[in-house]
């Protein structure tokens, strides 16, 4: 196995790495923009040839089905840091990362996961096609296809098409979401609430393509951006945007900037997001002296049930 990658890796064409590359991005995106930003939060609505496309995007990052990947997600967001979470960051950062699913759930995980509702994604008939086909599906998507058709496009190795573009490609992106569960809970900075684990990453940002703003995201979970810094490190955002462009995606869910700044005066850390240029940080500090006042509980979460 090892040899195997070694000979693929020092003797794989670049074309192939170039087609691995590309489809980690549309892997990445199955998730980013399918998994987590569109199902598992409804942070935009998208119509069927998209959600079909995201759903096959998924397949190829096999990391569970949607229904299942979406239904973890969510009792992550509600449970937070208790037993109850299935990747709690207080079991320490290997359990975030990749022990959570190499063990049984603790038993919180289905107690608590039973008042988490997961019934409006049994509705959508894409999620219900991959639950039903999804071993066939990744098979094709994830494994076969990548191994084989860099050989029908430019006459590649089979050996070299499935170590590269099939298991390379499924190892890097496996670990790159894994990080927004572990290092985006652990090492970065807080500013806009101190008082729960995820932080700003910008290395996980990158990797993840737009993931890594975890203390934003956590606490404005309904944004489609996951951040406040627009496009900047964040290939899953420009891609929603140029499908909302295109017809494809509506509904777009934001957080008012006023809203974010009341927000980091009441819970942040007082640091800034580690994109934000100098000027950004002197503006947001003139308004934040200008509206010192209290935030209602409801203007920060309009959409917490
Ligand atoms: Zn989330
Ligand atoms: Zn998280």
């Known amino acids: 196995m090892f040899y195997g990658m070694y000979v693929a890796v020092f003797h794989a064409m670049w074309r192939t790495w170039l087609f691995a590359f590309v489809l980690g991005q549309f892997a990445g995106l199955g998730v980013t923009a399918g998994a987590h930003r569109l199902w598992s939060h409804r942070s935009y609505k998208a119509r069927l040839p998209l959600r079909i496309v995201l759903m096959l995007f998924n397949c190829l990052a096999c990391q569970n089905d949607l ?25 320490g ?13 603790h038993p919180e995980v289905f107690r608590r996961g039973k008042s988490v509702d997961c019934s409006d994604l049994l509705q959508d008939p894409v999620i219900r096609f991959q639950r ?125 900037d006023h809203v974010v700044k009341k927000r980091m005066i009441r819970t942040g850390d007082g640091t800034k997001d580690c994109f934000d240029s100098i000027e950004n940080r002197q503006a947001h500090s003139d308004h934040a002296h200008a509206h010192p006042e209290e935030v209602p509980y409801e203007e920060v979460f309009p959409h917490r049930e």
């Open 132 to 256: 039903k086909f999804y071993l066939p599906l990744t098979g094709i998507l994830c494994f076969y296809l990548p191994s084989v058709l860099p050989h029908y496009m430019f006459g590649e190795g089979y050996a070299n098409g499935f170590f590269v573009a099939a298991m390379t490609r499924y190892v890097f992106s496996l670990n790159f979401t894994w990080l927004v569960n572990s290092a985006a809970h652990m090492w970065g900075n807080k500013p806009y609430d101190k008082n729960i684990s995820p932080v700003e990453n910008a290395f996980v940002s990158f990797v993840a393509i737009g993931e890594g703003f975890h203390n934003y995201h956590h606490t404005f979970p309904w944004d489609y951006r996951t951040s406040e810094l627009g496009w900047k490190i964040n290939l899953t955002s420009i891609f929603i945007e140029f499908m909302a462009y295109i017809g494809q995606a509506y509904d777009l869910k934001t957080v008012p």
């Open 67 to 91: 229904y299942e990947w979406t239904r973890d997600h969510r009792v992550h967001h509600k449970y937070s840091e208790t037993d109850a979470d299935p990747h709690n960051v207080n079991r």
């Open 93 to 105: 950062f290997f359990f975030a990362h990749v022990g959570w699913l190499m063990c049984k759930k």
